[in-house]
């Protein structure tokens, strides 16, 4: 089972970094990971991009997908919430992290905005500064992702890169709520942009993209 095609990952660094070590990065990368799946009689991917990145015979699409049953929206706690969910052990999600509080937060214009990060089980081993702002509340592992999703008013996905689709961005469609997210955030998923989430490629609209969701509650609930 590819849960994602890391090469997908690394040709992604390769283009922002252009380096020699981030080009032999994503050499060795496709070299190794490309030969492994044609050992396997079947290979399973979560979607059609994944299939296409492997171009194998032996390669199946089983798309990911979130319990219905569990995942029942509930109106939203009044409040301007986001909500942010990834594990600091998978790196992508650190640099979401930070783009997130040390270039988007500061752009928020929403008085009373607070954020949520579910970071995994100890994150301080990956990323030892949390944000000093106290309306930022970073957490390890939960339990149950689903509470916090009936709090928030807006679920973010500021990834730098991605591989793979996002399991954040189907339980947040499933919880209907509205999604703000970077490009990389929900590549695979076939979404319809502008109408099913709204992308941003800068933390300027990043941020003004969640203001906006903030202040058109008929925008937001269209949205989710």
Known sequence: VEHDVTFDLYEQLHRAAGTTSSAFDLWRWKRFETAAVRRFRRVVVMSDKDAGLLGAANVRVVPNGVDLKRFQPKPETPGHQLLFVGSFRHFPNVRAYRLL???????????????????????????????????????????????LYDEAAVVVIPTVVSAGTNLKALEAMAMRRPIVSTPSGVAGLGLGLGASVVIAETPEEFAAAVDRLFADPGLAEALA
């Open 101 to 147: 509080v040390e270039q988007i937060w500061p752009l928020l214009r929403t008085p009373g905005a607070r954020l949520i990060v579910v970071a995994g089980p100890r994150p301080e081993l990956y990323w030892p500064h949390p944000s000093p702002d106290p309306r930022v509340r970073l957490l390890g592992f939960v339990e149950d992702v689903k509470p």
